[in-house]
């Protein structure tokens, strides 16, 4: 089942939080909703590359974090399910260990505008670059513009209090 297939989920264009709140190694989770109605979801940031998951272990249907925003194993080098020891796979939520080999997470769209992340319209990625973002955002900003002739030093009639003797 795809991520916009399942009931209680948030819209595509809820804000998740801005990309600089969530660090590299970290995890946050999200939640919508509340009582029977609950939706979890939670981001991770690895290798320079931010994904999202479903926060519910294909096995059992509990949330991987028994700890509050706990994911990963000790070497942070898997998720971890909490309540029965399932790894998964960072990059696509694969599981190698556990209860449910050979199942996945179910991989959340999401996307980036104007520093903040937000869930994806259907289609959508489940990852963003990081790296890749801060080029282009850098590459997009608007530049000062460049100063005029007459206000270099040593132009136009007035002085630049700086003497060259």
């Avoid at 209860?99 to 869930?119: D, K, N, Y």
């Amino acid at each position: 089942m795809s991520f916009h297939e399942l009931p209680g989920r948030p819209k595509a264009g809820t804000a998740l939080c801005r990309l600089d709140e969530i660090a590299e190694d970290e995890a946050r989770n999200f939640r919508f909703g509340g009582g029977l109605a609950l939706f979890q979801l939670f981001l991770v940031r690895k290798a320079g590359v931010v994904r999202a998951y479903v926060n519910q272990c294909p096995h059992a249907r509990t949330p991987l974090d028994w700890q509050s925003e706990d994911f990963f194993n000790r070497s942070k080098t898997m998720l971890l399910c909490g309540t029965h020891g399932a790894l998964f796979r960072i990059e696509d939520g694969y599981c190698v260990r556990g209860p449910c080999p050979g199942q996945s997470l179910v991989s959340v769209p999401i996307e980036i505008v104007a520093g903040e992340i937000r869930i994806a319209e259907p289609g959508g990625r489940p990852e963003v670059l990081v790296e890749v973002l801060a080029e282009v955002s850098a590459e997009t900003l608007p530049r000062a513009p460049a100063e005029a002739p007459s206000e270099r030093a040593g132009g136009g009639s007035g002085s630049s209090g700086v003497s060259g003797r």
